[in-house]
């Protein structure tokens, strides 16, 4: 399977992006794909994640109420819609694909494909 991320660009505080995750070359069923960043010199940050089977999602506390994750399985593809955007929002966006349970679905560690990357930088 190969992930392709896309949708990063430049905002301004307060705008909306919609980020897209589009699959390839295999199935997503029995996966959870997530969504992380990383800003220069920090380490990389779980964003928020969905199971493909059923659609249980997680989010991280700094995007709750304005971050949305969900998936469109004909596409093969997930979006992370995020809304009220920040200056601190500001990373490159990965996408990437595990199988482990859902209380270790913030570690980037035990995730074993991931997209290139799109960046997204909110100007104030």
């Known amino acids: 399977v190969q992930l392709q991320a896309s949708g990063g660009g430049l905002v301004q505080v307060g705008a909306s992006l919609r980020l897209s995750c589009a699959a390839s070359?295999?199935?997503?069923?029995?996966?959870?794909l997530g969504w992380f960043r990383q800003a220069p010199g920090r380490e990389r940050e779980f964003v928020a994640a969905?199971?493909?089977?059923?659609?249980?999602?997680r989010y991280t506390d700094s995007v709750k109420g304005r971050f949305s994750i969900s998936k469109d399985s004909a596409k093969n593809t997930v979006f992370l819609q995020m809304n009220s955007l920040k200056p601190e929002d500001t990373a490159v966006y990965y996408c990437?694909?595990?199988?482990?349970?859902?209380?270790?679905?913030?570690?980037?560690?035990?995730?074993?494909?991931w997209g290139q990357g799109t960046q997204v930088t909110v100007s104030s």
């Open positions: 969905i199971r493909w089977s059923g659609g249980t999602t």
């Open positions: 070359g295999g199935t997503l069923s029995s996966y959870t």
């Open positions: 990437a694909r595990t199988r482990i349970v859902y209380s270790e679905w913030a570690n980037h560690e035990r995730y074993d494909i």
